[in-house]
């Protein structure tokens, strides 16, 4: 019922509109001239209010815009005392503007599904008992907050209880189950499905993993692509066509505005307009689904482009959950269990891959737990901390295969991890796809030089640059794009960042807190599977296709209508049915793009 009173109440002007066009056709009927002209007048009047608004505001800031034509016909409409035809114009300029928006809230849909999922309220936790339920934006850090079996998370922290179960598909979109103890990261979004649970609130709900993910998907749905600024210069080009085709009209007519109103009624309006957003949010709709968050739709345009696909290793192209393959102690002064210990509760901190498998393979060792101070991480070069007042860091080494790190005191090694990772499931074969699409394929990864062309071995037709810094990577890009072509960029960790936000597009696998990489990026994939690539690129092409499908059929169509009415073919009121129909056509042609192959 409620969703059948909303459907009314978004098209209640174009109702009003219609009625008020039947009451002037039965006022006609009974020669109440007066009172039918004034009814119509109003009618016209609330159907186009929003063009001529519109209008204004694009002559105020200097921008072309199609909808000139629509006031054209209307006012020779009225010069003319077509007023049946004015009043139909109207409705159609209401509808096509309601019906717009009803597509693209369709295709805004399975976006917003994302925002409904996170809780209003929570409940805390004081003095070790149950207290209020408040709401989400009222509770402050260092707050804690009981999560009940079953409830999704509506705010980082760090698990208080002692043991915790989670799931994490929703942010990753890996079906894993994620065991949890007393210290760990808590992340918004995810799902308790063990015990219940006490979590310390450590940011805000504006701070939050998922309100990130919220914030990409209202600026997803308020971006305006530069395609549809592509789609207004094609306008400037039909309203040259449409003002030569009603000249002619006019002058071939013996200076009869009513033929010349037929042609404008026909290219009133333009169905471009309407149709090209409502592909471009289809797009984003579908690749959601795929679990895949497109934060700019002008992002959509450039991929569909694109020339260039630029890939880091680590979490990219191989798995990102390297193991442990050997460990070694190198100081007499500690046992394997101590630094075990050490390096679990620094690497604990770390969002990279290999701090990941030295955290698990320290768990399998039953290490300790402790906890670091005074942590501090340098991207792309290591992390170190405090621990009973000692300082202690980890860093890369300076291996064949940069696959291995070593744990210091001060300057002094204590002890070394080695290490393996897998290239993705599918990586293989859609790599070679790509490499057949005429795709120009790099790796840029920081890793040494032997590991990343064993990889690029491996998958074939790949040019590597290895040991690359971020600024490195930055360079790469700088240098493709001032060769003109058009860079993709698809990364994983922070250190991709600056090399994400300079491409023309940047796609990131988001399995983590990856924050910087995510905000840097254009395309957000929320989960670590790379087909996932592929994927955004057939969403990025079919939407772009049908974009422009949508324009060229509006105008071909539309341009054979008003050649027709220039002959005297096509009168006035049957421009206005014929155009209507083309403008339902292009729509419901564009809203194809929402739907997922």
């Keep these: 019922m409620k969703e059948k009173t909303a459907l009314l109440k978004t098209f209640q002007i174009p109702v009003i509109v219609f009625l008020g066009i039947i009451l002037y056709i039965i006022l006609s009927f009974l020669h109440q001239e007066t009172i039918s002209v004034l009814v119509i007048l109003i009618v016209t009047i609330l159907g186009s209010f929003r063009l001529f608004k519109e209008s204004l505001n694009s002559i105020l800031k200097r921008q072309f815009a199609l909808d000139y034509i629509a006031i054209l016909a209307i006012l020779v409409s009225l010069v003319t005392h077509e007023y049946i035809v004015a009043g139909i114009l109207a409705l159609m300029i209401a509808s096509g503007r309601t019906l717009e928006d009803y597509g693209v809230a369709q295709a805004k849909k399975s976006l917003t599904k994302l925002i409904d999922r ?37 705010l980082d922290g760090i698990l208080a209880s002692e043991t915790g179960l989670t799931d994490e598909s929703s942010l990753t979109g890996e079906p894993y189950t994620i065991d949890k103890i007393k210290g760990d990261f808590i992340r918004s979004g995810t799902i308790n ?17 998922y309100n990130k993910i919220i914030d990409m998907v209202k600026r997803a749905q308020v971006e305006k692509s530069p395609f549809i600024r592509l789609a207004d210069r094609y306008s400037a080009i039909f309203t040259i066509i449409t003002l030569f085709i009603t000249a002619f009209a006019y002058i071939l007519s013996g200076f009869d505005l009513t033929r010349a109103l037929s042609v404008l009624v026909i290219a009133t309006p333009c169905p471009l307009i309407i149709a090209t957003p409502i592909a471009l949010l289809g797009g984003v709709s579908s690749s959601s689904k795929k679990h895949i968050i497109v934060k700019k739709l002008s992002s959509l345009e450039k991929l569909a482009r694109a020339q260039v696909l630029i890939f880091d290793k680590t979490g990219t192209i191989t798995l990102g959950r390297p193991k442990v393959t050997e460990f070694k102690k190198l100081s007499k002064d500690y046992t394997d269990e101590q630094i075990l210990t050490i390096a679990q509760a620094i690497e604990r901190n770390s969002l990279h891959p290999l701090a990941k ?73 859609i790599i070679k796809n790509l490499e057949k699409e005429n795709f120009e394929l790099f790796i840029f990864t920081g890793d040494k030089k032997e590991a990343a062309e064993r990889v690029a071995l491996s998958l074939g037709g790949v040019r590597v640059q290895a040991e690359c810094t971020p600024e490195d990577k930055q360079k790469g890009i700088e240098k493709l794009k001032k060769e003109g072509k058009i860079t993709a960029m698809v990364g994983d960790g922070i250190n991709d960042a600056p090399a994400l936000a300079l491409s023309d597009v940047g796609m990131v696998f988001s399995n983590e807190e990856q924050t910087a990489a995510s905000e840097a990026a254009d395309i957000v994939f929320l989960g670590g599977d790379f087909s996932m690539v592929n994927e955004s690129l057939k969403i990025a092409k079919r939407t772009i296709s049908i974009a422009v499908q949508s324009i060229l059929w509006g105008i071909g169509i539309s341009i054979v209508g008003m050649i027709a009415a220039s002959f005297g073919l096509i009168p006035p009121i049957g421009g206005a049915f014929l155009q209507e129909g083309i403008d339902v056509a292009v729509i419901i042609n564009a809203l194809r793009a929402s739907r997922i192959n």
């Design 193 to 209: 499905i063990g015990n219940p649970i006490v979590v310390k609130v450590t940011k805000l709900q504006a701070d939050s993993t």
């Design 357 to 429: 498998a030295i955290v698990e393979f320290s768990r399998e060792r039953r290490a300790p737990t402790l906890h670091a101070e005074k942590i501090e991480e340098k991207i792309g070069v290591g992390i170190s901390g405090a621990i009973a007042g000692k300082r202690y860091s980890l860093s890369k080494l300076p291996t064949d295969d940069g696959m291995a790190i070593g744990i210091f005191k001060n300057e002094r090694q204590i002890g070394i991890f080695r290490f393996e990772d897998e290239i993705k499931p599918q990586a293989k074969a």
């Design 118 to 154: 996170i809780p209003n309220e929570v409940t805390l936790w004081k003095n070790n008992k149950i207290d209020t339920r408040l709401n989400i934006g009222k509770i402050k850090i260092g707050d804690e907050i009981v999560i009940r079996k079953g409830e999704v998370i509506g």
